[in-house]
């Protein structure tokens, strides 16, 4: 079974520090990775997307991947108490969809 | 422009009962999946529809069912309902194929069985 795998955290660290979020997966036919961030009680929301290999940055997050050793990454710069959520990582191999199990991250005034 | 729309948002039902879940994707998404959220299992796909096809199904029993209309709107049904059913139902819809392009949630339907 085609797996992506998540440390689940809590991962905290203090306001204004980076914040590294991982995943890794087994498919190495994963061709599109995406993070979500879920706030308690409500729906993931998409984050980033990232297609090939390096660094991906929009505004405080870069999203980086290395297709050689399957792992996705997120980081989180200038980490805000409002950052505090789940992270989930996504990974596609042509067929479905499939989630990593989420990171709750932690920032901590 | 209107997010993806699921109604209702919340529902309590009883074992043995039968339900059915209604999405409405963003206008112009033609793709639309169905996940199951729980604290234990995380988010566990049911099948994903595209074009009113079935392209995609997850490891779900056939009490598990979907349907996808020409207007790209998704109907989403479990029949002889159980216990652990009980979940967070989410549907999210994308322009291409689910993973091609995002996946765009919706606030979901909370299903409680009793």
């Known amino acids: 079974q085609k797996e992506v795998e998540q440390n689940s955290g809590p991962l905290s660290v203090p306001e204004g520090a980076i914040a590294s979020l991982n995943c890794t997966y087994s498919?190495?036919?994963?061709?599109?990775f995406f993070w979500y961030r879920q706030y308690s009680g409500k729906s993931p929301e998409l984050i980033m997307s990232?297609?090939?290999?390096g660094d991906k940055e929009d505004g405080r997050f870069t999203a980086q991947l290395n297709k050689a050793s399957q792992y996705v990454s997120l980081l989180i710069r200038d980490s805000q108490p409002s950052d505090s959520a789940t992270y989930l990582c996504?990974?596609?191999?042509?067929?479905?969809?499939?989630f990593g199990g989420g990171t709750r991250l932690m920032v901590k005034p | 422009k209107a997010g993806v729309t699921q109604t209702p948002r919340y529902l309590i039902k009883t074992r043995g009962q039968q339900v059915t879940l209604s999405c409405s994707p963003i206008?112009?998404?033609?793709?639309v999946s169905w996940y199951q959220q729980t604290p234990g299992q995380g988010l566990q796909f049911l099948f994903e529809?595209?074009?009113?096809?079935?392209?995609n199904k997850g490891n779900f029993p056939g009490r598990f069912s979907g349907r996808q209309f020409s207007n790209s709107r998704s109907e989403m049904n479990v029949s002889t309902l159980e216990l652990g059913d009980s979940a967070l139902y989410l549907c999210?819809?994308?322009?291409?194929?689910?993973?091609?392009?995002?996946?765009?949630f919706g606030n979901g339907t909370r299903l409680t069985v009793t």
């Open positions: 999210a819809s994308s322009f291409l194929e689910a993973g091609s392009s995002p996946l765009h």
């Open positions: 498919d190495r036919g994963s061709q599109s």
């Open positions: 990232i297609y090939s290999n």
């Open positions: 996504a990974s596609w191999a042509g067929n479905m969809l499939t």
């Open positions: 206008s112009g998404h033609r793709s």
């Open positions: 529809y595209f074009s009113e096809t079935q392209r």
